[in-house]
């Protein structure tokens, strides 16, 4: 009896590590960021015609909203941005690339929980970086709220996390109050008289920390979630930082077709402090060729 008890248990506990093993999701979501704040600087700007103000609406509403695929099991998971073929015309150059790069798209975000690391393959003006380094630790608060989000009833968690100085979505622009006197104009004079040119980085503030409020659901079991979150007892169906938000919008369990969840593995690697700094120092040069006379005017926003 006792033989016939110990195989039964045996046979559940191996029937359990296989359905964990061969357990797999996929969550769509969609991503948006305000650009309020953004359109209101080439308003009342005579040098930009409707034209170019169409195109630059166009460019932006393609970098601030887009759709991302998770593909998750309980240990790790593949974050991904849904490839589109772009229109005609639609490729854009210069500050649009860059700042494109720094949106949260391209690549791979591969996340292991259990290991607490991921892994990122980043192109950043033309360079592969494979980013290494620990999942950053969200110190959750549980609120108590409820609600639900495509039939799964979620609760909602906030945290404080100090923002990233890499991403563009956490930039700000200056009040008019802290802005140079003629910042309206992206144009200073040197003291010879000749024109100085000014970058629109001068014109943005970045926040020193804010608040993430998410909403996840322990019917699904799995300590996942869009980008680098994570940390919560549940899938993380959304995100809010106050100005961008991740959305999902389908959630696919158990599909028949499976999928690779691998880091990626090409590109330079660096730690997530020195791919900070190249970007940083990458923003000031672009900033600093722009101050000297004559040198060209502002980060331009298309072409090349």
């Known amino acids: 009896m006792k033989k016939i008890a110990l195989t039964w248990a045996l046979l559940l506990s191996f029937i359990c590590v296989n359905a964990q093993k061969d357990f797999q999701g996929m969550a769509v979501y969609e991503s948006k960021t305000s650009t309020a704040d953004f359109k209101k600087r080439f308003e009342g700007n005579k040098d930009i015609t409707p034209d170019m103000q169409k195109m630059i609406e ?11 695929i998770l593909n998750f099991d309980k240990q790790a998971s593949i974050y991904k ?6 229109a005609p015309g639609q490729n854009g150059g210069g500050g649009f690339r860059m700042m ?5 798209g391209g690549g791979t975000y591969y996340k ?3 290991e607490k690391a991921y892994t990122v393959d980043k192109e950043f003006m033309g360079k ?5 380094d620990s999942l950053k630790t969200y110190k959750w608060k549980m609120e108590g709220e409820t609600r639900q989000i495509g039939g799964y009833n ?8 100090p923002t990233s100085k890499t991403d563009f979505r956490n930039f700000r622009p200056k009040k008019e109050g802290d802005k140079k006197p003629d910042s309206q104009t992206t144009e200073t004079k040197n003291a010879d008289g000749t024109v100085k040119k000014t970058s629109f980085l001068d014109e943005i503030d970045l926040p020193k920390e804010i608040t993430i409020t998410a909403w996840y659901t322990p019917e699904i079991p799995v300590n996942q979630g869009p980008e680098g979150y994570w940390g919560l007892p549940g899938l993380i169906l959304e995100v ?8 999902c919008s389908k959630v696919v369990l158990n599909s028949k077709d499976k999928v690779e969840i691998k880091a990626p593995n090409n590109g330079k690697q660096v730690t997530q402090s020195e791919y900070d700094k190249i970007v940083i120092k990458k923003m000031e040069d672009m900033r600093d060729s722009n101050q000297g006379p004559n040198r060209g005017g502002p980060m331009r926003m298309g072409g090349h």
């Not at 166009?58 to 991302?68: A, C, Q």
């Not at 941005?81 to 772009?86: F, G, I, N, R, T």
Request: hydrophobic share 35%.
């Open 58 to 68: 166009e460019r932006m509403k393609k970098m601030f909203e887009k759709t991302f």
């Open 81 to 86: 941005e849904e490839e589109k073929l772009d």
């Open 100 to 104: 494109s790069s720094m949106m949260g």
């Open 112 to 114: 292991n929980v259990k």
């Open 128 to 132: 592969e970086f494979l980013v290494k």
């Open 154 to 161: 979620c609760y909602k968690a906030t945290c404080v996390v």
């Open 240 to 247: 809010n930082d106050g100005k961008t938000i991740i959305l």
